[in-house]
C-alpha cells in the first residue's frame, strides 16, 4: 500500500525567510510520481512542483524546490524567499503509475510579516 | 494552464434531498476523472474514480448507492449525493487527467455541501 507521511502539522515562517516542508512516502513501485500541492484559503488546490522518480535531478520551480531523496523515500519541499501569500496548507502527494494519488495530511504555513 | 470547472460552489439542502455537482473540464477531453472528499483540517480522500465510458471504481467505505457517479462524456463528470444527510455535510473536489499523461492532474474549485 502507498503511504504519504507529513510529520509538522503546522509551520511557521518570516515573510523573506526559508521554510522546508518534510515528506516521507512508501511504495512497492519503482517509478512514481511525486508532487507538492498548495491549499490557500479559497480551498483551490494548486500543483507547486512535482517530481518524476526516474529523474535524479532535483525539481525548482522559482522559489520552490524539492530535495528528492529515492532511496530514503523523502521529498522535502524548501521554499525561498518567503511571500505572504504563500501562507497555506501544503499536501505532499504519491502518484504509482495506474494507481490512484496518495495525498499526505497536510502541512499548514503560515508566513508571517 | 488547463481548467476544470465544478460547480455549484456551495450548496445547502434539506436531509433527504438529493444533490448533484458537476465536473467539467474545458479545454481538454478528460478520459478519467477523481472525486475527493475533504473534512475541515484534513487531507483530501479519494472517493472513486470515473473513467469515461465506464462505471466508476469506488474506494473501500464508499457507497456506491449513495454517492452516484456519471462521466458520460469526455468533459463531464457528475456526483449525485443520494438522501443526502448532516453527516454528509463536506467539501467535495473533483479533478481530471488525460489518459497517459497521469502527472497532468488538473482540480476543480470544490463544492461546500451542507445538509440541514
Known amino acids: 500500500a502507498q503511504t504519504v507521511t507529513q510529520s509538522q502539522p503546522e509551520m511557521s515562517v518570516q515573510e523573506a525567510e526559508t521554510v522546508t516542508l518534510s515528506c516521507t512516502y512508501d511504495?512497492?513501485?519503482?517509478?512514481?510520481?511525486l508532487f507538492w500541492y498548495k491549499q490557500p484559503p479559497s480551498r483551490q488546490m494548486i500543483l507547486v512542483i512535482r517530481?518524476?522518480?526516474?529523474?535524479?535531478q532535483n525539481a525548482t520551480e522559482n522559489r520552490f524546490s524539492v530535495n528528492f531523496q529515492k532511496a530514503a523515500k523523502s521529498f522535502s519541499l524548501k521554499i525561498s524567499d518567503s511571500q505572504l501569500g504563500d501562507t497555506a496548507m501544503y499536501f505532499c502527494a504519491l502518484d504509482n503509475y495506474g494507481q490512484n494519488f496518495v495525498f499526505g495530511p497536510g502541512t499548514r504555513l503560515s508566513v508571517l510579516p | 494552464g488547463a481548467v476544470v470547472s465544478q460547480h455549484p460552489s456551495r450548496v445547502i439542502c434539506k436531509s433527504g434531498t438529493s444533490v448533484k455537482i458537476e465536473c467539467r473540464s474545458l479545454d481538454f477531453q478528460a478520459t478519467t476523472m477523481f472525486w475527493y472528499r475533504q473534512f475541515p483540517k484534513q487531507s483530501l480522500m479519494l472517493m472513486a474514480t470515473?473513467?469515461?465510458?465506464?462505471?466508476?471504481?469506488?474506494e473501500q467505505g464508499v457507497e456506491k448507492d449513495k454517492f452516484l457517479i456519471n462521466h458520460a462524456s469526455l468533459t463531464l463528470s457528475t456526483l449525485t449525493v443520494t438522501s443526502a444527510h448532516p453527516e454528509d455535510s463536506s467539501f467535495y473536489i473533483c479533478?481530471?487527467?488525460?489518459?497517459?499523461?497521469?502527472?497532468?492532474?488538473?482540480f476543480g474549485s470544490g463544492t461546500q455541501l451542507s445538509v440541514l
Open positions: 470515473s473513467n469515461e465510458g465506464s462505471k466508476a471504481t469506488y
Open positions: 517530481q518524476e522518480a526516474y529523474k535524479q
Open positions: 511504495t512497492s513501485e519503482n517509478n512514481y510520481y
Open positions: 479533478s481530471a487527467t488525460v489518459h497517459g499523461e497521469r502527472e497532468k492532474l488538473f
